[in-house]
């Protein structure tokens, strides 16, 4: 059985890290593909020639996902290109550092806006198609911040706690329709976010080395195939948080 052929996904923050992965990852199992991405153009490009490389189809699209406006313009495209959305990868973020007394309303409105709100407006945007066809998948890309406060700072880790929520909500609106809705909490996967932060070491995580965008990938994959498994955080952190 192979569940996602012909099936549409739209990954948000699909240029690079642990997004590129999802949506090549996706593409391998069957699926055509919109790329999402905000400023990386050619990286995104470089996603889509890949996917049509595996025989899918793929568009990259621009869009500000944290702005209404920018989720609109994004799913009219996606549908018009591509057709219904099947599958709802939430991954964009950003993940601004500093020493936390020095944090500003301005760092944490950003940081709420670009990856708490953009799940909320882009899974809003997807989810009636998925209701009338009585199928869908909706995976959110949170943090073990979300549990543990994590090393960026108390904005990032309400961000990814705040997914967490959503996420479950979701899970229980629509379980009747057809609708998973889970998120991954990774820690430390090796993403340009990662190598960029002086924080974080491999010795934080007990299987001591960093993770690998492949990795989270691989479980996206799972979900996505997965229609058992809802309201679920699959916690894909190396042994730092267990439960």
Not at 145 to 161: D, E, F, N
Not at 185 to 210: C, K, Q
Request: with cysteine; net charge neutral; charged share 15%.
């Amino acid at each position: 059985m192979q569940p996602l052929i012909g099936r549409t996904a739209l990954v948000t923050g699909a240029s690079r890290g642990i997004g590129r992965a999802a949506a090549l990852a996706l593409a391998r199992a069957g699926c055509n593909v919109a790329v999402n991405y905000l400023n990386a153009e050619e990286d995104a490009l470089s996603v889509v020639r890949e996917i049509e490389q595996l025989g899918c189809r793929a568009l990259a699209i621009r869009a500000d996902v944290s702005q209404p406006s920018g989720v609109d313009q994004m799913v009219k495209r996606a549908f018009a290109d591509l057709g219904d959305i099947h599958i709802l990868v939430n991954n964009a973020g950003i993940n601004p550092a500093r020493p936390f007394l020095e944090l500003t309303l301005e760092d944490w409105n950003r940081t709420l806006q670009t990856n708490l709100t953009s799940a909320f407006l882009v899974s809003q945007a997807a989810i009636p198609a998925m209701r009338q066809q009585k199928w869908g998948r909706l995976i959110f890309i949170s943090s073990v911040a979300a549990q543990t406060g994590g090393v960026i700072g108390p904005h990032y880790a309400a961000s990814k706690a705040g997914m967490l929520g959503l996420m479950r909500s979701y899970a229980n609106l629509l379980a009747k329709d057809g609708i998973t809705s889970n998120a991954i909490a990774p820690a430390l996967i090796e993403t340009d976010m990662v190598r960029n932060n002086r924080n974080v070491r491999p010795d934080l995580i007990p299987i001591g080395r960093f993770g690998h965008s492949e990795e989270v990938a691989e479980t996206v994959t799972l979900l996505a195939t997965n229609g058992y498994i809802t309201g679920q955080t699959i916690n894909l952190n190396g042994g730092w948080y267990m439960s």
